[in-house]
């Protein structure tokens, strides 16, 4: 069974463009959840998905967005980028949203803001 | 106060060294999870526990609901078991990715 996939695995942009990047969960895995990974505040969750729907927000502006497909998979999309912006997003997927499943995760995407 | 608390936050061990990560909380929580991260960013689900102990070769966790906290050992460490060991928990009501992490403690096992 193929793990969590996520593209692309590094970017780098400037100041003011936008990103999306994009999360493909394990099959039969319907809740996708995002997290930004900074060597200042470490791991913070950012969204949680479940049949297309945006179960949990985490503490970030609204320049942070982010969907999901009728087929699980999901796009997050930051907008107006700014330096502090830089960091490992990372997706994990599970079966669903039950606290008691287990979160698989994927390689994360490295972004760079220049 | 960060809701998630590990200590140590750097460890360095011998091989086969016995290795005692905590980890101490102060929200209720539905699961707390021992997370695995080696360097490059992929993460690893080590355990999930709601209660109890849980071993799985030379890793066991172990967690205190009462005193809200837990412990993840590791039996005759090796050097590959270096990598940053995060704590997260689910707050209780909430649902499985809405986690809240420690800051991680970063492990190395000399040989």
């Known amino acids: 069974k193929a793990g969590v996939t996520q593209t692309p695995r590094y970017l780098i942009k400037t100041r003011g463009q936008q990103v999306t990047l994009s999360c493909s969960p394990i099959?039969?895995?319907?809740?996708v959840s995002w997290y930004q990974q900074t060597p200042g505040q470490g791991l913070q969750f950012l969204f949680e998905?479940?049949?297309?729907?945006?179960?949990n927000k985490g503490n970030f502006p609204g320049r942070f967005s982010g969907r999901q497909f009728s087929n699980s998979r999901s796009e997050m999309n930051v907008s107006t980028l700014e330096l502090g912006d830089s960091a490992l997003y990372l997706c994990a997927s599970s079966l669903d949203v039950s606290a008691y499943n287990e979160q698989f995760f994927g390689p994360g995407t490295r972004l760079t803001v220049l | 106060k960060n809701e998630v608390e590990q200590s140590p936050q750097n460890l360095t061990a011998q091989e086969g060294e016995f290795i005692t990560i905590n980890c101490s909380y102060s929200?209720?929580?539905?699961?707390l999870h021992w997370l695995q991260q080696h360097p490059g960013g992929g993460i690893v689900s080590l355990f999930m526990?709601?209660?109890g102990k849980k071993k799985h070769g030379r890793l066991i966790a172990t967690i205190n609901i009462q005193e809200k906290h837990s412990s993840l050992h590791i039996t005759a460490s090796h050097p590959r078991d270096s990598a940053v060991y995060i704590c997260a928990v689910s707050s209780y009501g909430g649902s499985q990715g809405n986690l809240i992490f420690g800051k991680g403690t970063k492990l190395s096992v000399k040989p």
């Open positions: 929200v209720g929580i539905s699961a």
């Open positions: 099959s039969g895995h319907r809740s």
């Open positions: 998905y479940f049949s297309e729907t945006q179960r």
């Open positions: 526990l709601s209660s």
